[in-house]
């Protein structure tokens, strides 16, 4: 499995008890969505590694879960996978609708302006914290605008453009330099 195929679902973040369990630091909006995991990838040397969940019970009103996997059975090997990260592949994200979206999903799409009509190409979203940035490629040019729900107005899935109102000006800018 390749990392491009998968998102980042958060972390091993400690071992529970004495008979290697660990505790996952689910990093997503609704932790009750993965209740059901049989399966994670986890990180190692740079690798994704499958392994086989044989229990997991996710905390109340936490992100965090404790899991237990096939052929980790005592403490050592349970440290071993402390700090590494957990992915699963695309298919297991929950579909959204509306103007909600993943950031790699939009990768792709026609940027329009409201004011200014086709801006560009969203080559990909740069996630700041607090502060993602749509960067969009316009004739060897970078505009960069915030992912913020008030700059956008429509998403069309279908034909792969999203419709954005930015403040006034922002897109000016780069013109400008």
């Excluded at 004495?18 to 932790?31: E, I, S, W």
């Amino acid at each position: 499995m390749n990392a491009s195929d998968c998102f980042y679902l958060g972390y091993v973040s400690k071992t529970f008890g004495y008979k290697g369990a660990l505790t996952f630091f689910l990093d997503v909006d609704n932790p009750a969505d993965y209740k059901k995991l049989e399966s994670v990838f986890i990180q190692l040397g740079g690798k994704l590694v499958p392994f086989f969940i044989t229990s997991l019970s996710i905390r109340p009103n936490s992100r965090e879960a404790n899991v237990y996997l096939q052929g980790i059975d005592t403490e050592e090997k349970a440290t071993s996978l402390c700090n590494k990260e957990l992915y699963l592949p695309l298919t297991f994200l929950p579909e959204l609708k509306g103007n909600k979206f993943y950031f790699h999903e939009v990768e792709g799409y026609e940027a329009i302006d409201n004011q200014m009509g086709a801006i560009g190409i969203i080559e990909r979203v740069i996630d700041l914290p607090g502060n993602p940035l749509f960067l969009i490629r316009s004739d060897y040019q970078e505009i960069l605008i915030p992912v913020r729900d008030e700059f956008i107005q429509k998403l069309d899935r279908e034909n792969r453009k999203i419709f954005l109102d930015p403040p006034d000006g922002l897109i000016d800018i780069y013109k400008e330099s």
